[in-house]
């Protein structure tokens, strides 16, 4: 019989057992903080108990409920373990149908007349072409791509940033550190859609929002780590940034005295860009439970130099 443990430190995960069970009514399960589940075989997380796994002698797999893996890494001995993710198609519609949401807050300027509103005043703000509003993306694996493919067609001068040069149909292409001040040069509307990784944690800092043109605006919806928060208010307060869309942070949910759900010009959403099905997260755990048990090669397995 396999051992699964749902772990996780900010979230009660006992909702994913009876889909397991469903897919595979063998599989044992237990919830944390059951001390059961330092007996597990598999370790089904979100935002895991800080060193767990070191606690863990008969872990055999490390599965994140999500696409990113970082909140189930982050100071923890992996041992090597196999780390698998997931990914779901619809993940990349979600995102798009909110990063177009965002496009459009600041080409149409609706945070302008939102603004207006609040003090009654009825005064139309100017508009312009979408060719004339140029959108920049950072990170452009499956979600990011998506959006890059899909903002031209609706008229947006894209460009995009990747650590690597790359190539993206209707995308100008930007990358490493030679191209990235250029890049930001040219962009309007930074969204920020980057795995998080040593070299990406507070890419969004004082730097970064000076390069931008006075008048930009940014969307983090990749981690709250990306994020240099102070250096966002400060880019704010001085004028030189416009406003910011975020929707993930460093610590969630965002305590209630939190500077950013006052922050002039700062839409906070709670986490809620795009996320995967239940029944989708649980048919991807249960495959790969049965294909380590079978010494099948794993589907989404992370590469753990790249961090994704």
């Known amino acids: 019989?396999?051992?699964?443990?749902?772990?996780?430190?900010?979230?009660?995960?006992?909702?994913?057992?009876?889909?397991?069970?469903?897919?595979?009514?063998?599989?044992?399960?237990?919830?944390w903080p059951d001390q059961a589940c330092l007996?597990?075989?598999?370790?089904?997380?979100?935002?895991?108990?800080?060193?767990?796994?070191?606690?863990?002698?008969?872990?055999?797999?490390?599965?994140?409920?999500?696409?990113?893996?970082?909140?189930?890494?982050?100071?923890?001995?992996?041992?090597?373990?196999?780390?698998?993710?997931?990914?779901?198609?619809?993940?990349?519609?979600?995102?798009?149908q909110y990063v177009l949401w965002a496009v459009l807050h600041f080409h149409r300027k609706l945070d302008v007349a939102m603004a207006n509103q609040r003090q009654a005043m009825w005064k139309r703000p100017p508009q312009q072409a979408a060719k004339d509003f140029r959108?920049?993306?950072?990170?452009?694996?499956?979600?990011?791509?998506?959006?890059?493919?899909t903002l031209p067609t609706l008229g947006y001068t894209v460009n995009g940033w990747s650590r690597s040069p790359r190539e993206l149909p209707g995308v100008r292409m930007f990358s490493g550190a030679d191209g990235y001040e250029a890049f930001l040069g040219q962009t309007d509307l930074l969204v920020c859609l980057?795995?998080?990784?040593?070299?990406?944690?507070g890419i969004l800092d004082r730097r970064t929002f000076a390069a931008l043109p006075p008048g930009a605006a940014v969307v983090n919806c990749g981690r709250g780590e990306h994020l240099v928060v102070d250096d966002l208010i400060a880019a704010l307060q001085s004028g030189h940034l416009r406003g910011?869309?975020?929707?993930?942070?460093?610590?969630?949910?965002?305590?209630?005295?939190?500077?950013?759900?006052?922050?002039?010009?700062?839409?906070?959403?709670?986490?809620?860009?795009?996320?995967?099905?239940?029944?989708?997260?649980?048919?991807?755990?249960?495959?790969?439970?049965?294909?380590?048990?079978?010494?099948?090669?794993?589907?989404?397995?992370?590469?753990?130099?790249?961090?994704?």
């Not at 959108?135 to 493919?149: D, K």
């Not at 980057?194 to 944690?201: E, F, V």
């Open 135 to 149: 959108v920049g993306l950072m990170g452009l694996g499956e979600l990011g791509g998506l959006i890059g493919a």
């Open 194 to 201: 980057l795995p998080l990784t040593d070299s990406t944690r």
């Open 39 to 96: 007996e597990a075989d598999i370790a089904v997380c979100w935002n895991s108990p800080p060193g767990i796994y070191a606690k863990m002698p008969q872990l055999r797999l490390i599965h994140s409920i999500a696409a990113g893996v970082d909140n189930v890494l982050a100071g923890q001995d992996a041992r090597d373990l196999p780390v698998c993710r997931v990914v779901d198609p619809m993940l990349a519609q979600g995102m798009l």
């Open 244 to 308: 910011a869309v975020l929707d993930v942070f460093t610590q969630e949910p965002l305590a209630t005295d939190h500077p950013l759900w006052r922050t002039p010009g700062v839409v906070v959403t709670p986490h809620m860009a795009t996320m995967a099905a239940s029944a989708t997260v649980a048919a991807q755990i249960v495959a790969n439970i049965h294909r380590l048990r079978d010494g099948q090669a794993l589907v989404n397995q992370v590469d753990m130099e790249r961090g994704y």
């Open 1 to 31: 019989m396999t051992r699964v443990a749902l772990l996780s430190h900010s979230a009660n995960l006992a909702y994913f057992q009876p889909l397991l069970n469903e897919l595979d009514p063998t599989l044992r399960i237990t919830t």
